[in-house]
């Protein structure tokens, strides 16, 4: 085949980089039968897993909760992070470290105190300005003393945060409006779904001091959270589903609508306070607009809208800085979706005026829906942050902007010199290469997709304008140099919030490990908690080759397939696209062939799943599905698409209707070399091999009897390869999530989670395959487990120390036996299944590359390949936690942190080389995998 090989992989600028297709992707697998997204479902799976949780707290002994009470470790087993705590090699300028989506943020008096609120994530809390982080709210207590949250209902998904700051953190008023407010038009789509209302703490989010408030706004999201800087006890929040206000008395369960001019239901997209005391007026702005008005919170029904506004779409709001004794007039200005910015100086009765000069490349991606964020200098009102979704500028870097405006109505002009925007290209999307030259251009070293900038707060409720912070798809960054371009920093260490869709385990080893992750691209796992990106963009499917621990295939989107035959290591990899889709046509495919590509590319899943069986010893079968399954027998040198064992683009062929299974191909599971299950979202097909060939040809779907009518299947796991037993999974709601196929009877039968115990999106199982008759369920609202007896299964939450986040993908590694679980917004976690206790904390350091720290120690660590190095063997003598900087070569004048460590360069691991002569600097990485903080250690 042609040689695409490529070392470090840009890939956002393809076709399949296309977060409106990514939410729809997300969206499909949560929809009722009758097409919607149920408001209320996480809200409601929330409850009933708090109900499950009680009652198996009440089936317990009671001596067995006095005496846990009373003894110290070992423990029952819980899940523990594996991370990624930091992913190194980012995508931005300069490769920066990066983490997950960050929504929203406030930050406190000298940029100190920082909260930070992410997209499944929860909210996380840093007291030293983003140099470390904490999180808080449910995360940091998945499990009270009783047994579930103090909450009734919880969602670590964030759209907005606001906190008043006190004198200390134990001071700190939080509001967290759970639900992303992401939308495809004036619809509430995806993340919206996990909203269950506002988060509220009086006490900086310590202990058990979580209320959740505004219960009324389940099923939506929330895009700002306003308190008056004048009273704290009026809090206004801009929803999916209008403008809320705060009751200033409990109960709070309810927050009240404020009635505004606008359709039913149509959403609020921002809400500001603009100045203080008798010069405070309150903005709001409609999807779409108008942008209104009210100065009296205590009548916040009588509404003005603001004159000369005419932008569309999402619109969001910013206000100017004013003294704290009030006096100065603000000055607000409106970003819109369009691209248009527009400036009101007379708050209180004035009209917009538009600003000219908005560079086009802001939104180059057309995200501005998704990608929008607004500030105005605290020190100059007429100089405004804009941040949008990316340019080109080298790497794919956040496209972001400061200008002073300069003009009078209504002639007022954004600095931004014409001739650096963005330019069409003949495949309609734009060229942004020039927009980073411009003298307004700060988004240097910031990775991509803005969400929110503000500045630090100061103790009279203003903002220092040199502080200044980005939120975005790969975390928070900071200037302390007002923005300048370049100045921006990460800070994202320790911010463990990256959103996962699928990952793969080398065959031997727990120590590797590979990952597709929303934004991140494809991340490296080595045995700690730092994680290599490499490539960057998107990350989808991925697997190793079961013979061949160096051969990895994975997905960046849609049809756009990669292979690497080092374990990824140096970061090249072998592209098995034509012209950015995956497709065996040759290098130069016909008019024809193109287009047929281009209909088989939008009928893929924008993630979807590589799976890989073992042929014999020294061979191996992948499969990999678009609307059809397309298998590999030599790792992506040749493909044939099944059952017909042919290749539909053969010999200058355009064949669409070959092997067509009807729909995107949503779950494969290999039973053997001889048996493959294949799944569509409504249909399931089982291909089987005899002398060569694959039937039933055409594919026929198994029957269906049994099953729910409206149905979308996420997944397939095999129980008996031999007799044909199956379990699916099925997202959507209304209906039972986990069905098992009876070979003898030849119909589906329910696997009893039935929707009155549970009723949420399930996305992956796992059949333990020492006891097959357990089973375990990947939620939107955890991990659950299923103990098959008979033609019975009894059911139990399994989440001891997991967060209540949604789970999108789980595997059983077969050599360690630890269940592993990707999450969508927390990384990947695990829980050992065979001790009957474990230790906490659990310190450990690791013996070689392939070591664990698991005791005792397998014997298979002494001589094992190395699953980062080819052709290299491993010994005892090798720890990855003790590196050692031998005065011949480079030193270094500070202990490095986490990511240092791991990113450490001209390092030996073996005692035994260093220098007689000079000083040696030894560095020694201690790990507790327990759940427990072990404060003060020292090695």
């Known amino acids: 085949m042609p040689d695409r090989s490529k070392s470090h992989i840009r890939e956002r600028g393809q076709s399949g980089d296309n977060p409106q297709t990514r939410r729809e992707w997300f969206y499909q697998r949560r929809r009722k039968p009758d097409g919607t997204v149920a408001l209320d479902a996480i809200a409601r799976a929330s409850r009933q897993k708090r109900v499950m949780l009680r009652r198996q707290l009440a089936?317990?002994?009671?001596?067995?909760?006095?005496?846990?009470?009373?003894?110290?470790?070992?423990?029952?087993?819980?899940?523990?992070?594996?991370?990624?705590?930091?992913?190194?090699?980012?995508?931005?300028?300069?490769?920066?470290?990066?983490?997950?989506?960050?929504?929203?943020?406030?930050?406190?008096?000298?940029?100190?105190?920082?909260y930070v609120g992410t997209a499944n994530g929860g909210v996380w809390y840093s007291e030293n300005s983003g140099a470390a982080w904490t999180a808080i709210d449910e995360y940091a207590l998945p499990n009270?003393?009783?047994?579930?949250?103090?909450?009734?209902?919880?969602?670590?998904?964030?759209?907005?945060?606001?906190?008043?700051?006190?004198?200390?953190?134990?001071?700190?008023?939080?509001?967290?409006?759970?639900?992303?407010?992401?939308?495809?038009?004036?619809?509430?789509?995806p993340d919206s779904y996990f909203g269950v209302g506002i988060k509220s703490s009086p006490s900086g989010g310590t202990g058990a001091t979580w209320t959740l408030e505004a219960k009324n706004l389940a099923g939506h999201g929330v895009y700002r959270i306003a308190i008056d800087p004048d009273d704290p006890l009026t809090v206004y929040a801009a929803t999916s589903a209008g403008l809320f206000l705060r009751p200033r008395a409990a109960p709070f369960d309810n927050w009240t609508q404020v009635a505004a001019p606008l359709p039913a239901g149509q959403s609020v997209s921002d809400v500001v306070i603009a100045g203080r005391g008798a010069n405070k007026i309150i903005f709001a702005a409609g999807w779409n607009g108008p942008v209104f008005r009210f100065s009296d919170p205590a009548t916040p029904n009588t509404w003005t809208a603001v004159g000369g506004f005419a932008g569309t779409g999402r619109v969001t709001l910013a206000a100017s800085d004013v003294p704290a004794a009030g006096g100065t007039p603000p000055i607000i200005y409106a970003l819109c979706q369009d691209g248009t910015l527009w400036r009101l100086d007379a708050a209180p009765n004035g009209n917009f005026q538009k600003v000219s000069g908005v560079p086009k490349a802001l939104f180059a991606s057309g995200?501005?829906?998704?990608?929008?964020?607004?500030?105005?200098?605290?020190?100059n009102p007429s100089a405004v942050y804009m941040a949008g979704d990316t340019v080109e500028d080298g790497d794919w870097s956040l496209s972001f902007y400061k200008g002073t405006i300069t003009g009078t109505a209504p002639n007022y002009v954004f600095p931004f010199n014409p001739s650096n925007d963005a330019t069409p290209l003949p495949n309609g999307k734009n060229d942004s290469t020039k927009a980073h030259t411009d003298a307004t251009f700060v988004g240097r070293a910031v990775h991509a997709d803005g969400h929110a900038i503000g500045f630090a707060t100061n103790l009279d409720g203003t903002h220092d304008s040199t502080n200044v912070w980005v939120g975005c798809d790969g975390g928070v960054f900071q200037s302390t140099q007002s923005g300048k371009n370049g100045s921006f920093q990460p800070r994202n260490l320790g911010l463990a919030v990256t959103q996962i869709n699928y990952f793969a385990q080398h065959p031997l080893t727990d120590t590797a490990m590979f990952a597709g992750a929303q934004d991140q691209g494809s991340i490296r796992y080595r045995g700690?908690?730092?994680?290599?990106?490499?490539?960057?963009?998107?990350?989808?499917?991925?697997?190793?080759?079961p013979n061949n621990?160096?051969?990895?295939?994975?997905?960046?989107?849609?049809?756009?397939?990669?292979?690497?035959?080092?374990?990824?290591?140096?970061?090249?990899?072998?592209?098995?696209?034509?012209?950015?889709?995956?497709?065996?046509?040759?290098?130069?495919?016909t008019l024809a062939q193109q287009a047929a590509i281009a209909i088989e590319n939008g009928q893929t899943s924008f993630y979807a799943p590589i799976a890989a069986v073992a042929l014999d010893a020294t061979h191996t079968l992948s499969a990999f599905g678009t609307n059809r399954l397309w298998a590999t027998s030599d790792w992506g040198d040749t493909w044939v698409t099944l059952p017909s064992n042919t290749n539909p683009y053969a010999g200058g062929a355009a064949n669409a209707a070959t092997d067509n299974l009807g729909g995107p191909v949503t779950a494969i599971a290999w039973a053997?070399?001889?048996?493959?299950?294949?799944?569509?979202?409504?249909?399931?097909?089982?291909?089987?091999?005899?002398?060569?060939?694959?039937?039933?040809?055409?594919?026929?779907p198994m029957t269906m009897?049994?099953?729910p009518g409206a149905r979308f299947i996420t997944s397939i796991a095999v129980e008996n390869a031999a007799t044909g037993s199956i379990y699916i999974t099925l997202g959507g709601g209304n209906i039972d999530h986990v069905w098992y196929f009876d070979p003898v009877g030849n119909h589906w039968v329910t696997a009893q989670l039935t929707q009155a115990t549970l009723d949420v999106p399930c996305h992956a199982i796992a059949i333990d395959p020492a006891h097959t008759e357990q089973i375990y369920v990947a939620t939107d609202v955890g991990v659950f487990k299923g103990v098959k007896s008979g033609a019975a299964w009894n059911w139990t939450v399994f989440s001891n120390n997991l967060p209540e986040c949604a789970v999108t993908d789980l595997a059983i590694h077969p050599v360690t036996r630890v269940l592993r679980a990707a999450t969508h917004g927390l990384g990947i976690w695990e829980i050992p299944l065979d001790p009957a206790t474990v230790p906490d904390p659990d310190i450990y350091l690791r013996a070689n590359a392939a070591d664990s720290g698991r005791t005792p120690r397998p014997a298979w660590l002494e001589g094992i390949a190395d699953p980062t190095t080819p052709s290299s063997t491993l010994h005892l003598i090798s720890s990855p936690d003790i590196k050692v900087l031998r005065s011949s070569h480079s030193t270094l004048s500070s202990t490095p942190d986490f990511l240092g460590f791991a990113s450490m360069k001209d390092f030996e691991t073996d005692l035994n080389v260093f220098d007689t002569l000079g000083t040696n600097q030894f560095f020694i990485e201690v790990h507790n995998r327990g759940k427990s903080p072990v404060d003060g250690s020292q090695v």
């Not at 759970?178 to 004036?186: C, F, N, S, V």
């Not at 700690?528 to 080759?545: I, K, L, M, N, T």
């Not at 849609?558 to 065996?584: C, H, I, M, R």
């Open 59 to 114: 089936e317990r002994p009671r001596v067995l909760e006095f005496m846990e009470a009373l003894v110290a470790p070992p423990v029952p087993p819980y899940w523990t992070p594996l991370g990624p705590s930091v992913v190194a090699h980012g995508q931005a300028t300069g490769n920066p470290p990066v983490s997950g989506r960050v929504t929203s943020f406030a930050v406190g008096p000298g940029g100190t105190r920082v």
């Open 367 to 379: 995200q501005g829906d998704y990608d929008i964020a607004l500030a105005v200098d605290p020190m």
């Open 144 to 189: 009270q003393p009783s047994g579930h949250s103090a909450l009734d209902a919880d969602s670590l998904a964030t759209g907005a945060i606001a906190v008043k700051f006190g004198a200390t953190a134990a001071a700190d008023l939080i509001f967290i409006g759970t639900g992303e407010p992401r939308q495809l038009g004036d619809s509430p789509k």
């Open 705 to 707: 009897t049994g099953l």
């Open 672 to 700: 053997s070399p001889t048996r493959v299950y294949v799944a569509t979202a409504g249909s399931i097909y089982r291909l089987d091999q005899s002398g060569g060939n694959w039937t039933p040809n055409p594919p026929t």
């Open 549 to 589: 621990g160096y051969r990895l295939m994975r997905q960046y989107a849609q049809a756009d397939l990669y292979v690497a035959t080092d374990g990824a290591n140096s970061g090249n990899w072998t592209e098995l696209s034509v012209q950015g889709k995956f497709f065996p046509v040759g290098a130069n495919p």
């Open 528 to 545: 700690d908690s730092v994680c290599f990106e490499d490539p960057e963009g998107d990350g989808g499917g991925c697997a190793y080759d």
